[in-house]
C-alpha cells in the first residue's frame, strides 16, 4: 500500500535524483582517489560551504515555487519562473562576491589549496544553482521527464570533463568546481527553452506579491535552514580547524558513500511536498497525517537499511574505492549510519510542517539542535576526535527529533 501510493509517483524521481546527484558523487570518489589528502580536504570544506549556500537557495526560492508554484501560481507559471529568475540573479552576485573575498582571505594567510576552491566555487555557484531550480520547477508542472532528461545531460558531460580533466592532468578542486558551473549552465539553458519563461510582472505576478511570498515562507525556513546546516554540516568546518585539512578528508570520504541517502531524501522531497501542500478540505488532516505516516515508514525503513548494509561492507569498500588511503575508519559508518537514522524522523516530520507554511517551527527546532552541538562538539573533537563530533551530532538530531513530533501533534494532528 505504501510503495503504491508513493511509488509511482516517486520512480522519476528518484532516477532523476540519482543520475544528478550522482555526478557530485562521482566527483567526490575521484578527488578523493587521486588528490592529496589536504587537498581533498580543501575540497571537502569548500563544498561544504557550498551544501550550506545551496540549503539557502533551496529555501528561499525553489522551496516556495514548490508550494506556491502548485497552488497560488499554476496557472502563470511561465511568469513566476521569469520572476524567480530575476531574483536567481540577485542572489548569485551576493554569494560570488562574499566567496571571491573568502578565497582572498585564504590567501592572504597563505592557504593556497582553500583559496583556489572557494574561487572555483565562487565562479560555478550561480550556475549550479540555476541547474538546481530550473530541474526541480519541472515537477511543479507534473514534466518529471525533462527534469530526467536534464540529469542525464548533466550527468554524461561532467563524466566527459572529468575524464579529459584527469588526462590533461588537470583535475583539482577549482577545475571541479568550474566544470560543473559550466555544465550547468549549459544545461539550464537547455531547459530553459522548454519553460519558456515570462517577464511579464503585472496582476498576481507583480515582482513584490512574488516577494512577499517567498519572504513570507523563507524568512524563517531560511533561519531554520541555517542553524540545520549549524548542527550537521558545520562538523566538517570544526574538524577542519581543530583537527586539521586532512581530517576533514576522512570525513568527508566516509560522508560521501551516504550520499545516495541524501539524493533519496531529495527525491522524495520534491514528489512530497508539493503532495502534502496540496491537501485540502474537512478532513485535510486526517489524510495529511496518513500520507506522513506512510512516509515515514518508507524513509526509516530505506535508510537504516541502505546503514546496516553499507557499514557491514564498510573496510572493504574503504579500501578498494580509495586505494586504500583511508583505511582504518570502519568505526565512522556506524556513528554516520546512527545520525542518519535520527535525520529521516526529522526530515518527514519537518517536511509535514513545511506544507502547510510553518517554517517558524523549524527554525526553533533546529536551533536548539545547533546549540548542543556547539557547546558539546569542541570538547568532543579535542577528546575523541571525529568520533566524537559524531556522536554529538547524533545526540543533538534526536533532540531536533522529538521537538519536530511535538510540532507535528500541535500543528497538524490536533
Excluded at 519572504?215 to 533561519?223: D, M, P, S
Aim: net charge positive; aromatic share 14%.
Amino acid at each position: 500500500m505504501v510503495l503504491n501510493r508513493w511509488g509511482k509517483r516517486g520512480g522519476i524521481s528518484l532516477v532523476d535524483q540519482a543520475i544528478h546527484g550522482g555526478t557530485n558523487f562521482l566527483i567526490n570518489i575521484i578527488l578523493a582517489r587521486w588528490l592529496s589528502p589536504n587537498e581533498y580536504g580543501a575540497f571537502a570544506v569548500a563544498y561544504t560551504i557550498f551544501l550550506l549556500i545551496g540549503a539557502i537557495h533551496t529555501s528561499v526560492m525553489i522551496e516556495p515555487m514548490m508550494v506556491y508554484g502548485a497552488k497560488k501560481y499554476i496557472e502563470t507559471f511561465r511568469g513566476y519562473i521569469g520572476s524567480l529568475l530575476l531574483g536567481h540573479g540577485v542572489f548569485s552576485v551576493l554569494v560570488s562576491f562574499i566567496l571571491i573575498v573568502s578565497s582572498l582571505t585564504f590567501l592572504a594567510f597563505d592557504s593556497k589549496e582553500l583559496a583556489d576552491a572557494f574561487l572555483g566555487l565562487a565562479i560555478a555557484s550561480p550556475f549550479i544553482l540555476l541547474q538546481w531550480m530550473i530541474r526541480r520547477s519541472f515537477y511543479v508542472v507534473s514534466q518529471s521527464t525533462w527534469a530526467l532528461a536534464g540529469s542525464f545531460m548533466y550527468f554524461t558531460l561532467n563524466a566527459l570533463m572529468i575524464f579529459l580533466l584527469f588526462q590533461k592532468a588537470s583535475l583539482t578542486p577549482y577545475w571541479a568546481f568550474l566544470s560543473m558551473g559550466f555544465i550547468g549552465l549549459l544545461v539550464s539553458v537547455c531547459q530553459l527553452r522548454i519553460l519558456k519563461p515570462e517577464f511579464k510582472w503585472t496582476g498576481p505576478l507583480s515582482l513584490y506579491s512574488i516577494f512577499h511570498d517567498h519572504k513570507e515562507f523563507g524568512a524563517w525556513n531560511i533561519v531554520g535552514t541555517v542553524i540545520k546546516w549549524a548542527s550537521t554540516g558545520i562538523l566538517t568546518i570544526m574538524v577542519s580547524a581543530f583537527l586539521g585539512l586532512k581530517a576533514a578528508g576522512v570525513l568527508s570520504v566516509v560522508r560521501t558513500l551516504f550520499r545516495p541517502l541524501d539524493l533519496m531524501l531529495n527525491a522524495v522531497s520534491l514528489v512530497a511536498l508539493p503532495v502534502l501542500s496540496s491537501v485540502q478540505g474537512e478532513h485535510a488532516s486526517i489524510e495529511r497525517r496518513k500520507k506522513m505516516r506512510d512516509l515515514l515508514w518508507l524513509v526509516c525503513g530505506t535508510v537504516t537499511l541502505y546503514g546496516i548494509l553499507l557499514s557491514s561492507f564498510s573496510e572493504f569498500i574503504l579500501h578498494y574505492l580509495y586505494k586504500g588511503i583511508y583505511d582504518g575508519h570502519r568505526h565512522l559508518f556506524v556513528l554516520i549510519s546512527l545520525s542518519f537514522v535520527a535525520s529521516s524522523f526529522v526530515f518527514v516530520y519537518t517536511l509535514g510542517l513545511k506544507s502547510i507554511g510553518v517554517t517558524r517551527e523549524i527554525a526553533k527546532i533546529w536551533s536548539t539542535s545547533a546549540i548542543v552541538v556547539f557547546v558539546g562538539s569542541i570538547p568532543m573533537i579535542n577528546a575523541w576526535g571525529i568520533p566524537g563530533a559524531l556522536t554529538v551530532q547524533i545526540f543533538s538530531i534526536c533532540i531536533a527529533g522529538y521537538l519536530a513530533w511535538l510540532a507535528v501533534r500541535q500543528k497538524i494532528l490536533a
